[in-house]
């Protein structure tokens, strides 16, 4: 009888245990999506194709789904759609089907990308994405997120090393699995928990871009998950995940402390039980199994919610890979002569561009890396271990709308910065020259403004420094091979040390034209100074006037307040570049405007933060407020609504910037309205 009344709760307990189990590994885990490019139509030829790829990779079952991952295409262009799905490498092919279903419903729903052109959307089982673009078998590393547990653990500085080394680990083994690109384990964090830990990238890319795509995800655990009990980067073509729980079904489970990670977890069962004729091993064994597993089963709910309440407090971002952690000055240092070889020892003809802080070279090294070499002026009141530790904090700045900084030169008096090389130039030399803007039609136009913006953030919220831009305009925008955009001069601040009671400062401070009207005016700086600058280039790039040489004949007197005439007389669309009229969507266009407006509204405190801009360009459900009037520029004055100041001098210093598709004077454009600072702050 007392056998019979145990064996009653035990058999609930597996009963609600395997329900638990079930019900978790049938529902996919909703964890993030993007919605990106531009919007379809509805019962356009696009849909019908993207309903066609959706219902095709729903559908999918083992024979064509090959070490979770399938892939198709639908239509002609312009109308082609492309799509892929990627399963967690140690998930049932029926756990991964349950997740391609609910993926293709549900990422065409109104709460998550009803009309996009691209799209992405993980779960913890799996991926999903379509796009009107190839990207197949290339490593695509953005866009991405952090998710983070809120729990920080007890001992972080015992931590992260063996964290470190269990990613680490888990990398080579994926990058050694063949066509899985994927590996899970743990380690021992304590004598009585252990961190598990899994790495996977998509199995159409190959080992060194998968080795690449994870190494530096990983480098982003400071800024994600430092000291937290659990974490994830995730992108396109790789992520990483780590918690303090078993959560991947490859990994051989430890059961879970009932309160992570205060109270020991039982002892894992013995593997040398033997069978008993009479049921006791049964009965055992139905204890061992279902109470660990019922725990199990509540603390991934428990953590589950957990995840969804965090994922609502983090924002996009968008990352750039990085090799490895940087360390110190000394794997960053370069020698002088290796550099001077690079640019044929500065020859005129390898000049890109001449500003306040130094001339700008092309370079080739010994084994045909290209880079930029910016040639510091004498001027930065530095000493050397000083520009040392600057530089390496600059370089850590790794983003993707991020000009990258691969090291520097010191010899002497000679300071050397060594950047990525920008085979594009600059955005100016596109968006004002009358033949080249023609190249920049709406969707680069509009990924330029995105990624300007996702860069911004990064600088003001998300990197190890808090940056302040302070001189952003369209030449401090460079445009990688797929014209993606990149933010340069976003260290200078830093890497130059300015006496304020000094007159004789030779440090560019500002653009005219690009400058809030606080910081002009009273020196007053903040993240909402480069916001109000954003909102200046949105409107020069959505009109392809520059802000700072604007003049319409018997009108408006610059860029700003000939976008506000248009906007309180409800033609803002006139605004637009005459080459996009046509071909741009119209939405978008207007949501632009209204944005660029937003940003550069004269009080402080109405502009939006990155943070809301980027929500702003992502999300259309999100409503916007309505801008009041910016500060006019005119007749080398500001006018604001209190009065006009007249403020500004020309420096002597010009920015220039070569293009070297052109060999006559033509191809060089020149700011002439660079200043310095002439008030204290």
């Given amino acids: 009888m007392d056998c019979f009344n145990l064996s009653i709760p035990i058999l609930y307990l597996f009963f609600l245990s395997s329900t638990l189990i079930q019900f978790t590994t049938a529902q996919p885990t909703y964890s993030y999506h ?26 999918a079952n083992t024979s064509v789904v090959r070490n979770g991952y399938y892939n198709a295409t639908v239509g002609k262009t312009p109308d082609s759609v492309y799509g892929s799905l990627q399963c967690r490498g140690d998930i049932s092919s029926e756990d991964c089907q349950s997740c391609a279903k609910t993926a293709a419903k549900d990422i065409i729903t109104d709460e998550r990308c009803p009309i996009s052109r691209q799209a992405i959307i993980w779960y913890d089982e799996c991926m999903l994405r379509y796009s009107n673009q190839y990207y197949f078998n ?25 964290l470190a080394d269990l990613l680490n680990d888990l990398v080579s083994k994926a990058i050694s699995s063949g066509s899985l690109n994927f590996a899970a384990g743990d380690a021992s964090f304590t004598s ?54 078993p959560f991947a079904q490859s990994v051989t489970p430890s059961p879970p402390p009932l309160s992570p990670p205060r109270v020991p977890a039982s002892p894992p069962p013995s593997s040398t039980t033997t069978p008993s004729p009479n049921g006791e091993k049964s ?12 725990i199990g089963a509540l603390a991934a709910i428990t953590l589950f919610w957990v995840f969804r309440f965090r994922r609502k407090k983090h924002r996009t971002r968008r990352l750039d890979v990085v090799d490895d952690e940087i360390q110190s000055a000394e794997s960053l240092q370069l020698n002088f002569r290796t550099v001077s070889a690079a640019t044929d020892n500065f020859a005129e003809v390898n000049k890109l561009g001449e500003g306040g802080f130094g001339c700008v070279y092309k370079g ?72 080249k803007r023609t190249y920049l039609d709406w969707e680069t136009r509009y990924k330029i403004i995105g990624g300007i913006a996702r860069g911004l953030l990064y600088l003001h919220e998300d990197s190890r420094l808090k940056i302040i831009h302070r001189d ?68 020069e790039i959505l009109s392809g006037k520059k802000s700072n040489c604007f003049y319409e004949p018997g009108g408006a007197q610059d860029l700003l307040s000939y976008a506000w005439t248009h906007w309180k007389n409800e033609s803002a669309l006139e605004l637009l570049d005459p080459t996009l009229k046509d071909t741009c969507s119209k939405s978008e266009a207007m949501r632009c405007i209204h944005i660029g407006l937003l940003c550069a509204q004269d009080n402080v405190a109405d502009r939006p933060t990155m943070a809301t801009v980027v929500l702003m360009l992502n999300s259309y459900s999100m409503g916007l407020d309505l801008p009041s009037a910016p500060a006019f520029f005119s007749d080398g004055a500001r006018h604001t609504k209190t ?23 033509a191809a060089w454009s020149v700011n002439e309205n660079s200043i310095t600072e002439l008030y204290p702050r």
Avoid: W
């Fill in 364 to 435: 080739t090294l010994a084994d045909g890396q290209k880079i930029a070499v910016k040639r510091l002026s004498q001027h930065s009141g530095q000493g050397e271990q000083e520009f040392k530790n600057e530089v390496v904090l600059v370089a850590k700045l790794q983003h993707r709308n991020l000009a990258r900084l691969l090291g520097f030169c010191l010899d002497g008096e000679e300071k050397l910065l060594i950047y990525e090389f920008m085979p594009n130039a600059s955005l100016d030399q596109f968006l004002f020259d009358p033949v």
């Fill in 192 to 245: 009585f928990q252990k961190v598990y830990g899994l790495v996977q990238c998509t199995v159409d890319i190959s080992s060194s871009n998968c080795n690449r795509c994870l190494l530096g995800a990983i480098s982003e655990l400071p800024n994600c998950c430092d000291g937290k009990q659990g974490g994830r980067v995730i992108r396109p073509s790789c992520n990483f995940r780590y918690e303090l729980y």
């Fill in 34 to 59: 993007f919605c990106l490019g531009s919007n379809y139509t509805n019962n356009s030829t696009f849909q019908k194709n993207l309903n066609l790829l959706l219902t095709s990779i729903s559908s």
């Fill in 472 to 539: 952003l305009k369209a030449s401090n925008i460079l445009l990688d091979a797929d014209m993606n955009p990149k933010i340069s001069d976003f260290g200078m601040a830093r890497l130059f040390v300015v006496d304020q009671t000094q007159a004789n400062t030779n440090r560019i401070v500002g653009t005219y034209g690009y400058m809030s009207p606080e910081y002009a005016m009273h020196g007053q700086f903040s993240v909402k100074s480069d916001v109000f600058s954003f909102g200046v280039l949105i409107l």
């Fill in 643 to 665: 009065g006009t100041a007249p403020i500004f001098r020309e420096s002597e210093e010009q920015v220039i910037l070569k293009d070297e598709s052109r060999s006559d004077s």
């Fill in 138 to 162: 290339s490593m695509q590393d953005s866009p991405g997120v952090y998710l983070s547990n809120v729990n920080n653990v007890t001992d972080p500085d015992k931590f992260n090393p063996i």
């Fill in 283 to 294: 009965s055992k064994l139905a204890i061992i199994i279902s109470i660990p597993s019922v």
